[in-house]
C-alpha cells in the first residue's frame, strides 16, 4: 500500500521547447505548453502543466508531470536517505495492552503525567530486565511517541516521587478496575539485598536458600482476571503466618469486600484461621505434618482412595468433611492422588539416602535424625546409623494426601481444587518478579528508591503476567517458545526514518501475525498505531 507524498526529485536539464517560465512569490515555475486552442472569447489559447520548479542556475527539479509529458514513463522512486531504524514492535504491543486492561488511565489519573514516565520505566524493565539507569539508552532504540528521554537522574528522582499514600491511591483505584469480587490468592516471597541502610532488609527464612539478609513481598493476585492487584512489604526476619492478620488490615483501604481469599498451607495456624473466619472466606491449605491432618487422615484416608470418590481433575480423588472443632463453620477437603503419592515418594527415600550418608560421615541434620537411630558405640567414635522405619513408614502412610481448610461451603471438592491450582499462577509470578524483572536482588541503597524500584517492578509484573495468559497455550504448543524470545520476535518488527521524514515498516512474520493475533491485533493495527506516534502517514510497499 503505497501512501501519497511530494518527493523532491534530482534536478534536470530545462526542456528547450514547448515550455514557458512564470514567477510565483520568490519561485520560478516551468509548465509545458500543450495543444493549442481558442477560448469562449475567441482568442488563442493552450493547455498548460505545472512541471516542476526551476533552479537558479535554470535546471529544473520535476514533478510527477514531467516524467508523464516528457519520458512517457512513471517517476523513478525516490531516494531514500535513511536516517535511522529503531525498534517498534515489542514496546507497542506492551503500550497497547496498559491502554486496554486501563493500566495507563489508573496511572494517569493518579499520577498526573508522570503516570506516563511510570509506564515507561515499567515497559522498559518488563521488556529488558536491566537496570533503570540504560532506560534512556533503550529509549533511543525504541519508537515510543515520546519526546523526553528517562535519563539516569530523572529516574531517581522518579523513584523518589513514589510515595505510599499515592501507591496505596493507584492500589485502590487498580483493584477498583479489576472489579475482584471472587477469588483471591495471596502468597509472599523474600527479594534479597545488599544494602545496609534499608529498615525493612533483616534476615529470615530465604526462599531462595541464599545466606542474605531480605525484605518480604506479600502479594494479591485476582483469580478472574489472573493479575496481579496488590503487594506490600515487610520485614525479612517475620515470619508468614505471623503478617497474615496485617496484610488482611489493608482491604478495607483498598475497598476489597465479599471476595474469598486462596492461601497455602504456610498461613495455617489457629489464631490465623479464626482471625480469617470472621473477616473473610478463605481457602487454606493444612500441612500434613498437623496433628488435624494425621487424625482426618487416619479416619477418611482408606475411604477417600476409593474409585467413587474420583473428582475427575487431574487423576485426584477428593471428599469434604463437616468440621466443628472451631467456633466457626467449615469444612475440609481431603485429596488423594497416586501421582503426588509417588512424586512425594521417591523425593523423600532420595533425601533419606543423601541424610544417611551425610549423618554417617558426622554432620548435624536437624530435620532428619527422627527418621534415623543414631549411636556412638565403637571406638573410634564413628556414629552408627540405622533407619527409624517405624517413623518412615508414618511418613510415608500420610504420603498422596493433601488437605484444605474452607469456609466456602458450598464448594466440591473438585470446585476447591480448581481454585487452589490457580494459585500457582502467584508463584510464576514472583519467579519472573526476581529472574526478568532485575528483582532478584536490592542493589539501591535507600527505602524510597527501593520502594519506588518495587513499584515499578509491579507495574511491569502486570504486562508480563498478561502476555504470558494470552500466550500460554501458543507458548506450551509443538515447539515450546520463551518470553524472552516472544519479546525478540516482536522487537524485529521495526521503522525506517528516512530525510523525507517516511516510515517504513517492514512486512510482519508469520510468526509475528500469529503473535498479535492473541491480542486482537493485526498489520492495519500498526500502522495506524505508526501514523499516531509520528504524526505523518506512513508509507508502505506491499
Known amino acids: 500500500m503505497r501512501a501519497k507524498h511530494k518527493h523532491d526529485y534530482e534536478a534536470v536539464p530545462l526542456p528547450s521547447s514547448n515550455i514557458s517560465v512564470r514567477k510565483v512569490g520568490k519561485y520560478r515555475y516551468a509548465y509545458h505548453i500543450g495543444k493549442g486552442y481558442r477560448n469562449a472569447k475567441g482568442q488563442p489559447s493552450s493547455e498548460q502543466t505545472g512541471i516542476g520548479k526551476v533552479t537558479e542556475d535554470g535546471r529544473l527539479i520535476p514533478n510527477d508531470n514531467y516524467y508523464a509529458i516528457f519520458?512517457?514513463?512513471?517517476p523513478p522512486a525516490p531516494r531514500l536517505e535513511i536516517d535511522s531504524i529503531v525498534n517498534f514492535g515489542d514496546f507497542f504491543l506492551m503500550d497497547r495492552i496498559a491502554k486496554d486492561i486501563g493500566l495507563s488511565r489508573v496511572l494517569s489519573n493518579v499520577y498526573g503525567s508522570m503516570g506516563d514516565e511510570i509506564l515507561m520505566l515499567a515497559i522498559y524493565m518488563a521488556l529488558t530486565g536491566q537496570a533503570l539507569y540504560r532506560c534512556d539508552g533503550w529509549q533511543r532504540e525504541t519508537l515510543t511517541g515520546r519526546d523526553g528521554k528517562l535519563s539516569s537522574q530523572r529516574c531517581s528522582r522518579v523513584l523518589k516521587s513514589l510515595d505510599e499514600p499515592r501507591r496505596m491511591e493507584f492500589f485502590r483505584a487498580w483493584a477498583s478496575a479489576r472489579q475482584q469480587h471472587e477469588y483471591l490468592a495471596y502468597d509472599v516471597t523474600s527479594v534479597s539485598s545488599y544494602s545496609r541502610g534499608n529498615e525493612l532488609v533483616e534476615h529470615g527464612y530465604n526462599r531462595d536458600g541464599e545466606e542474605m539478609a531480605q525484605v518480604n513481598l506479600g502479594m494479591y493476585y485476582g483469580e478472574e482476571s489472573g493479575l496481579p492487584i496488590f503487594y506490600c512489604t515487610y520485614k525479612g526476619s517475620i515470619v508468614d503466618k505471623s503478617h497474615l492478620p496485617y496484610m488482611m488490615q489493608y482491604n478495607e483501604r483498598l475497598g476489597i469486600k465479599e471476595v474469598c481469599f486462596v492461601m497455602d498451607r504456610g498461613f495455617f495456624s489457629e489464631r490465623n484461621i479464626k482471625w480469617m473466619a470472621h473477616k473473610h472466606r478463605f481457602i487454606m491449605g493444612i500441612s500434613n505434618s498437623l496433628r488435624l491432618s494425621k487424625d482426618i487422615i487416619s479416619k477418611y484416608g482408606n475411604?477417600?482412595?476409593?474409585?467413587?470418590?474420583?473428582?475427575?481433575?487431574?487423576?485426584?480423588?477428593?471428599m469434604s468433611i463437616e468440621d466443628s472443632r472451631y467456633d466457626f463453620r467449615s469444612k475440609i477437603h481431603l485429596f488423594y492422588s497416586l501421582d503426588k503419592l509417588s512424586d512425594e515418594g521417591r523425593i523423600f527415600k532420595e533425601k533419606l539416602a543423601k541424610w544417611e550418608e551425610d549423618l554417617r560421615n558426622g554432620k548435624s541434620i536437624n530435620v532428619a535424625e527422627e527418621y534415623f537411630h543414631i549411636s556412638y558405640g565403637n571406638e573410634t567414635g564413628t556414629p552408627v546409623v540405622t533407619r527409624n522405619h517405624a517413623a518412615i513408614d508414618e511418613k510415608l502412610r500420610n504420603m498422596g494426601y493433601f488437605l484444605m481448610l474452607t469456609t466456602d461451603l458450598k464448594k466440591t471438592?473438585?470446585?476447591?481444587?480448581?481454585?487452589?491450582?490457580?494459585?500457582?499462577?502467584?508463584?510464576?509470578?514472583?519467579?519472573e518478579l526476581k529472574n526478568d524483572l532485575d528483582m532478584k536482588r536490592l542493589r539501591v541503597h535507600s527505602d524510597v528508591a527501593a520502594s519506588g524500584k518495587m513499584f515499578i517492578s509491579f507495574i511491569g509484573l502486570i504486562l508480563r503476567t498478561y502476555v504470558h495468559q494470552k500466550l500460554q497455550e501458543y507458548m506450551d504448543s509443538k515447539r515450546p517458545i520463551s518470553m524472552a524470545q516472544i519479546f525478540d520476535e516482536l522487537r524485529m518488527i521495526k521503522t525506517v526514518k528516512t530525510k523525507g521524514g517516511m516510515w517504513l515498516h517492514n512486512p510482519l512474520t508469520k510468526r509475528q501475525r500469529i503473535i498479535l493475533e492473541q491480542f486482537d491485533i493485526t498489520e492495519e493495527c500498526i500502522t495506524t498505531a505508526l501514523n499516531k506516534y509520528t504524526g505523518i502517514n506512513p508509507f508502505f510497499e506491499e
Not at 519520458?71 to 512513471?74: A, F, G, T
Not at 475411604?303 to 477428593?318: C, F, H, K
Request: proline letters at 3%; hydrophobic letters at 30%; a negative charge.
Open 413 to 431: 471438592p473438585s470446585e476447591v481444587l480448581q481454585i487452589y491450582r490457580k494459585k500457582d499462577l502467584i508463584e510464576k509470578s514472583f519467579d
Open 71 to 74: 519520458e512517457n514513463r512513471l
Open 303 to 318: 475411604e477417600v482412595i476409593s474409585s467413587r470418590y474420583d473428582i475427575g481433575l487431574s487423576g485426584a480423588n477428593g
